[in-house]
């Protein structure tokens, strides 16, 4: 279940102006019948498409200044202009990035600034006060790295009481003590790096030997900051949210069914990710990984990434679109009643939708709300497929299957229902 709540986000409306930026006249706040003109702060090209998509649902006019990792939008259909600037501080100072997103908005008449993952948004939060158009919610950087942090956000659910895996902290492979890892959390476990994210350095080890072989003896395993897990059998269950002033305004839960995204409900979920939510003041997107234990149906969390998440536009075609919400949170405009039903479905990511219908029809039927997102991405296939390529070249798959099925995804697409 999805809902957004209207009477929290106009009761906290004061706070917009001192988190989000000021609130700007014209010519940067475009009349109520115009579309949102939108500066997007991109970063990495799957999530950056995911975004770019839910824009596209609401008619939004997208200018995108993008790192390295996200130059393929520049194929995108869905972007007005696309400019490669590397806003990293480390690469370019923040004075001249500040300078540059200046210029854009008074060259476009831009409304917003919204980032598409952790680097941009914190390169917001430094800049909002500074810049002529106004900044999507954003988390400030304590309550952003609290989140992010696998050790830091295990402290949390220690302390407000939320279900969270045992969990152990190491300063790298070599400081793993592997008598207290068996005794205090058995196997099977989890390793994961504590400070990154996209499942990057994570590891099942399901005995002694395996975590020796994998981790603690592997010299590729190069990273610092290790948090291990105790495993916990259950399946995957995942929490979506915008909150405001350390309230969630919008939100959705969500199971994974082979590369479908099917919405349900969890009501203790929710009320667990609300107390962390609170506890940290958050602004801005939040994606919670969980687990619905096997034995007893709770859930239990994992982590949270402080940002978009890569099935965000799974939502806004099944009826709630997160960024669609967070801009008007931003602008201070209503936003219509949104919910999306229980069972509701979303084939993801984009060239997968592609892909079953180059595939001749076999499998089942595309849900209505994949049969609207597939119609985003139509208009918008050299930029669909250029996304489904890694940074090497490398095809990801199902990309062979839409180059040979072309033309019969274009004649079946013709005879999409509206």
């Not at 100072?93 to 476009?108: D, F, G, K, M, Y």
């Not at 992010?148 to 956000?153: I, L, R, V």
């Amino acid at each position: 279940m999805a809902r957004f709540s209207m009477e929290s986000l106009s009761g906290r409306r004061h706070l917009y102006a001192k988190r989000f930026g000021p609130r700007m006249e014209s010519p940067n706040e475009a009349p109520r019948g115009d579309p949102v003109r939108v500066l997007l702060l991109a970063e990495a090209a799957g999530l950056s498409l995911q975004v770019v998509m839910c824009l596209a649902q609401m008619g939004a006019e997208v200018h995108a200044l993008v790192r390295p990792g996200a130059r393929q939008l520049r194929w995108s259909r869905h972007c007005r202009t696309v400019e490669l600037f590397d806003f990293h501080p480390d690469v370019t100072p923040i004075e001249q990035t500040r300078r540059r997103i200046s210029e854009l908005a008074v060259q476009h008449d831009l409304d917003v600034a919204v980032p598409v993952s952790t680097l941009s948004a914190t390169v917001l939060d430094r800049l909002r006060t500074e810049i002529p158009l106004r900044c999507f919610p954003i988390g400030d950087g304590e309550a952003v790295q609290r989140l992010n942090d696998k050790w830091s956000f295990d402290g949390l659910c220690r302390v407000h009481g939320v279900n969270a895996p045992r969990t152990l902290f190491f300063a790298g492979r070599a400081a793993i003590a592997l008598d207290r890892v068996a005794a205090e959390l058995g196997f099977p476990l989890v390793v994961k790096p504590a400070n990154l994210g996209d499942r990057v350095g994570v590891v099942i080890a399901r005995s002694a030997k395996e975590l020796r072989a994998q981790v603690i003896d592997n010299p590729a395993y190069n990273f610092e900051r290790l948090v291990v897990q105790a495993f916990v059998p259950g399946r995957d269950l995942d929490l979506n949210v915008l909150a405001i002033g350390g309230v969630m305004v919008a939100h959705s839960t969500q199971v994974r069914e082979g590369r479908t995204v099917v919405f349900t409900e969890d009501d203790e979920l929710l009320r667990q990710c609300a107390r962390i939510i609170a506890a940290t003041k958050y602004d801005g997107l939040a994606h919670f990984d969980a687990i619905r234990h096997a034995q007893d149906g709770s859930p239990w969390l994992l982590e949270c990434n402080a940002r978009a998440w890569g099935s965000i536009a799974a939502s806004a075609f099944c009826g709630l679109n997160f960024i669609e919400a967070g801009i008007a949170a931003a602008l201070d405009r209503p936003l219509p009643p949104v919910h999306i039903e229980p069972a509701a479905s979303f084939l993801t990511p984009p060239h997968a939708m592609m892909r079953g219908l180059g595939l001749g029809g076999r499998g089942p039927p595309l849900s209505a709300a994949t049969r609207a997102g597939l119609r985003v991405a139509l208009r918008d296939p050299i930029g669909t497929m250029a996304v489904a390529l890694t940074p090497s070249g490398k095809r990801l798959p199902g990309l062979d299957h839409i180059g040979a099925g072309i033309a019969q995804l274009v004649r079946r697409a013709m005879k999409l229902p509206t």
